[in-house]
């Protein structure tokens, strides 16, 4: 039981550049999220998903997109990476009023 | 912008001694949560307290809610190196978080050996 997959764990982007973070999790969870973590902030919801085919945004939904297109995956994009949002990426995924199951993190640095 | 908050930011304690951490929030909740981060990894998940309990236990772990005070606190007893993390509390609105977990910035607890 892998639990929550991130992919890739690390990467290194130009300005300009774009990518895509893949979550997976084999839980058959309903809900999905996105949080990046960043020194002295804690943790901030991106966007998140409560089930196959819908997102809303979070709190920083600004320059990402994201997409669940299967129950088990949550895609988050980068369009125009910028230096801002050199980061570390989480993904979670649980059901209602049960705790989050984490990944362990895609670090990501913008240059 | 952060909804809890904890209190302290860093907490260093020896070996088998107990350690509190205190999170306070802003508005109602439906569920708080205690998660443990260590270095360099993704967060655990370690406790939830409905908004209608008063206090809940899991091993070496005490959690305890005063929605009255809106503020929650989490003891670990006989402390271990291994208990060396940040712990997060998060809390849920409505839909028990379906909506996403607000979380604070975290105390980092240091265990001496």
């Known amino acids: 039981n892998a639990g929550v997959t991130q992919t890739p764990k690390f990467r290194v982007l130009k300005t300009g550049q774009s990518m895509t973070l893949l979550c997976a999790q084999d839980m058959n969870h309903e809900y999905m999220y996105w949080y990046r973590q960043d020194p002295g902030m804690g943790l901030r919801l991106i966007h998140y998903s409560v089930g196959e085919g819908t997102t809303a945004k979070g709190e920083v939904p600004d320059g990402y997109n994201v997409s669940r297109l299967k129950k088990q995956n949550f895609l988050l994009g980068l369009e125009s990476a910028a230096p801002s949002q050199t980061s570390v990426y989480f993904c979670?995924?649980?059901?209602?009023?049960?705790?989050?199951?984490f990944g362990s993190g895609t670090r990501l640095t913008v240059v | 912008s952060q909804q809890g908050e904890e209190d302290p930011q860093a907490l260093s304690i020896q070996e088998g001694e107990n350690a509190t951490m205190n999170c306070s929030y802003k508005?109602?909740?439906?569920?708080l949560q205690w998660y443990r981060q260590n270095s360099g990894r993704g967060l655990v998940h370690l406790i939830l307290i409905r908004s209608n309990e008063r206090e809940k236990h899991s091993g070496r772990l005490r959690v305890t809610l005063d929605t009255s005070k809106k503020s929650s606190s989490l003891l670990i007893t006989a402390s271990r190196a291994a208990d060396t993390a940040s712990y997060f509390c998060a809390t849920a609105y409505s839909g028990g978080g379906a909506d996403g977990l607000t979380f604070g910035k975290g105390t980092h607890l240091i265990i001496q050996p």
């Open positions: 979670a995924s649980s059901k209602q009023n049960y705790g989050y199951t």
């Open positions: 508005t109602s909740i439906n569920n």
